[in-house]
């Protein structure tokens, strides 16, 4: 019989475990869930090229990373935070994550998919655009 009881919170942690994977892509839809993991103060002007990633950043990573790449809770992680400066992830690492993904390793949002469709160009853009931001948070 205590061996019986002793399973229930096993079978239960391995269904949270799932749900939290596949809330991911369908709380990505929902521009309502997701409140900014941390705060951020916006830089009063941005370079021509951050300029240019923050519209290529708010088509294709807003929904999953935030406004001003500050998070969503429950859906992905802060892009402007201590993990992600260039001494830890470099520029290479983030064309990386868009060419191929991610697999999740640092939080417990689940993988992030390859995005489609952006050239390293593009990619290089939305670095700039981020590592302005971090810049203006004090992150390095
Ligand atoms: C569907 C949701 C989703 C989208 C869209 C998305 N990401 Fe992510 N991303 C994640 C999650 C979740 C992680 C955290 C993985 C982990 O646990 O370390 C992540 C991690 C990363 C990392 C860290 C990579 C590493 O090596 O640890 C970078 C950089 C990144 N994302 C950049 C981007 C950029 C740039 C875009 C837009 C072009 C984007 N992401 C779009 C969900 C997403």
Known sequence: MSL??????????????????????????????????????????????????????????????GRNAAGRDGVAPPLVHVLYEPGHHDDESFQRAVARGVRTHHWRFGDMPPVEGLTQDDVAAIVAYVRELQRANGIW
């Open 4 to 65: 019986r009881r002793a399973a229930i919170p096993i079978v239960l942690t391995a269904a949270i475990g799932v749900t939290a994977h596949s809330h991911v892509a369908a709380a990505a839809d929902s521009a309502d869930s997701g409140p900014p993991i941390v705060t951020i103060s916006v830089p009063e002007a941005l370079s021509a090229q951050a300029e240019l990633g923050q519209k290529t950043y708010e088509a294709n990573c807003v929904s999953c990373h």
